[in-house]
C-alpha cells in the first residue's frame, strides 16, 4: 500500500527542490525566480522503508478571481484535497508572513494531516523563523533543507505514524482477505503491483496548440493548467490514467518555440525537459494547429522524433473551428506528404481538444504507431524478400564491381532495426538504403515508423582478419580476444 504526500507553500518556499530530493532525480525545474512551478507534478517518492507518491504544487497566493495566478490556486487547492497527507513548507529564514497564515487557515479546514516543514534551515539564520512557526498551530515543525538533504530522518519519522494509520483504515474498509499484517506491511514496503506496463506517450507542438487541453480532454477532468496565454505550461508533467482500457502514461509537454526565440532560463529549461520526455515516450503525439499547421517548428519536432526513433502520430487540433474541412484536409495530406517524407504513412487524425472530437481516432492511431514500432519480421521472410528486392532493382557496381548483399536480418524492434551482410558496404549509396526502408515500409506494412538500416561487411564478423581482409596466421591467434557463447 502506498500514500500520497502533496508539498504546498508559498512561492519559493523550495517545493520543487524537496520534491525532487524525494524523488531522488531532477524531474521538477528549480530556479530562484518565484512562481515556476504552475501546473500538478507526480512522482514516486522514497524515504527509507517508505513509499509514497509525492505531488509538487503551485506556490499558493491570495488570489481567487480567473487570472492565470488564480487558476493555479485552484489546481493547487485540488491536490490538497486528493492528497492523504499535506506537507506545509515555509521559509524558514523569513519566518511566518500572514500568506502563511492564510493558508494554514485553508489547509486546516482542507486538510486530514498536516505536517509542518520549515525549509532552508541549513544556518543559524533560520532560528528564529523556527521559533516563530509554532504559532501557526501544527505542532513541531520538521527542521529541513531540501538543498542540503538535512533533516530527511525528522520527516520519515514523522511519517511513519500517520502512514500506518493511513494503511490500516485502508484495511479495515477493504473486504477480507487471507493476508495477514506482516504480509501487508511487506506488500507495502516493497512496492508489489500486478499492472501491466503503461504505454508511453507525449503529447509534443507549438506553444498554445492545445497541448494541455487534450490530455485534459482525455483524463476527463481539469487535471493540468490551461488557458488562452501562451506558454502556460513549463514542465513536462507526466499523468498515468486508462484510455478506453488501455494503460498510458502520457506527457505534456512545454510547447518549443524556435531556438532564437528561446532566451529566458526558465524557457530553455522548459523545452529541455521537452525534449527529454520526447527521448522517453515511446510514442509522440505530434499536434498541430489547424488553422496554421507545419510551421517550420512543427517540422523541426517531427524530424526531432524520427530522429530519435520514436513512432509518431500527427494530431490536427481545433477542428471544430475549421469550416472548408474537405478543402482543409486535402491541403494538410498534400503538405504531409511533400513536407515529411521521412513519416511517410505515419498516421494522421483530426481532433478538437474542446469538444472531444477524433479522441478514439487518436487513441487508435497511438495504438497502431505502437503496434508498427515494436513489429518483428522473420529472418526467413525479410531474406526472400530482399532477394526480390534485388532481383528487382541491383545494386551498384562502383568502379565496375557490383555490391552484393548477401544476408539481412532484424536486429532489434522499438524501431525495426535491420543489419545487412554485404561487400564494400561503404560504397552503397544512400539512396539504395532509402530504396530498402520504402520496401520494407510497403511490404511488411510499416507506415511511418522510422527504419534503421546499417550495412556491414562480413570481414567484419570474423575476428581472425586482419586489416588486408587475409586470415591471421594461427599462431598469433591465441593473441586475439576469444569470443564466449551463452550457450
Known sequence: MTFSIAIVGRPNVGKSTLFN????????????????????????????????????????EEVTDDSLQGRMRRLTESAVDMADICLFLIDAREGVTPTDEIFAEILRKRSTYVILGANKAESSAADAGVVDSYRLGFGDPVVISAEHGEGMSELHARLMPIA?????????????????????????KTGESTLEQPLQVAVVGRPNAGKSTLVNKILGSDRLLTGPEAGITRDAISVQLEWNGTQVRMFDTAGIRKKAKVREKIEKLSVSDGLRAVRFAEVVVLLLDASNPFEQQDLRL????????RAVVLAVNKWD???RKNEKIREIREKFARLLPQLRGAPMVTVSAITGHGMKNLLEAVKKAHEVWNRRVATSEVNRWLTKMIEAHPPPAPGGKRIRLRYMTQARTRPPGFVVMCSNPDKLPESYARYLVNGLREDFDMPGTPIRIHFRSQADKNPYRNARGKKTPGRLRKHLPVRTSNK
Open 321 to 323: 473551428a475549421e469550416r
Open 164 to 188: 500506518d494509520g493511513i494503511s490500516l483504515n485502508e484495511m479495515d474498509s477493504s473486504p477480507a482477505t487471507d493476508v495477514d499484517l506482516n504480509d501487508f506491511y511487506s506488500m507495502r
Open 21 to 60: 530530493r524525494l524523488v531522488g532525480k531532477k524531474l521538477a525545474i528549480v530556479d530562484n525566480m518565484p512562481g515556476v512551478t504552475r501546473d500538478l507534478r507526480e512522482g514516486q517518492g522514497r524515504l527509507a522503508d517508505l513509499e509514497f507518491t509525492v505531488i509538487d504544487t503551485a506556490g499558493l
Open 302 to 309: 517531427a524530424d526531432l522524433a524520427e530522429r530519435e526513433g
